[in-house]
C-alpha cells in the first residue's frame, strides 16, 4: 500500500510541470509577446493622459499636435516631464497593423485616465 502512494506521488510530481505549462497567459514568438486570445503582437503602449501612444517595434511616439498626429522618436518638450513609467499606460492587446490612432475613441472609453481630482466622481460615496 505504501509503495502505491509513492508510486501516485511520483507520478503526480512528474506530470505536475505540464500542467503547469498551460497557464501562460502569452507567447513568446522571435522576441515578440503575442496575446494568446486575440493572437496580436503586444505591439502599442497606449498613455491615457496624453492620449498618445508608443510602437515597440519601430521605436515611435505617435501623439497630437494642433490636430494632426505626429509620429516622432522622442515625445514633445512639453510633456517631458511626463513619467513614462508611472504605470499609467495599457498595452493594447487587441491591435497590431501600423495605424492605432483610429481605435483613440475606443481606447478613451475603455481606458479613460483618472486624476487625483476626479477621482471622488468614480468612487461610491456613503451620502
Request: proline share 5%; charged share 20%; glycine share 4%.
Amino acid at each position: 500500500m505504501k509503495s502505491l502512494k509513492n508510486t501516485i506521488a511520483l507520478i503526480a510530481l512528474l506530470l505536475s510541470p505540464i500542467a503547469f505549462a498551460q497557464t501562460a497567459t502569452t507567447k513568446n514568438v522571435s522576441g515578440q509577446l503575442i496575446d494568446p486570445q486575440t493572437n496580436c503582437i503586444l505591439r502599442y503602449y497606449y498613455f491615457p493622459n496624453l492620449e498618445a501612444y508608443y510602437d515597440t517595434q519601430k521605436n515611435e511616439y505617435w501623439y497630437t499636435e494642433n490636430g494632426q498626429w505626429i509620429v516622432a522618436d522622442e515625445i514633445p518638450e512639453g510633456y517631458r516631464g511626463y513619467s513614462l513609467y508611472n504605470k499609467v499606460n495599457v498595452v493594447i492587446h487587441d491591435y497590431d497593423d501600423d495605424d492605432p490612432t483610429q481605435f483613440l475613441s475606443r481606447h478613451k472609453k475603455k481606458y479613460p485616465y483618472i486624476t487625483k481630482n476626479n477621482i471622488k466622481k468614480l468612487t461610491a460615496s456613503i451620502e
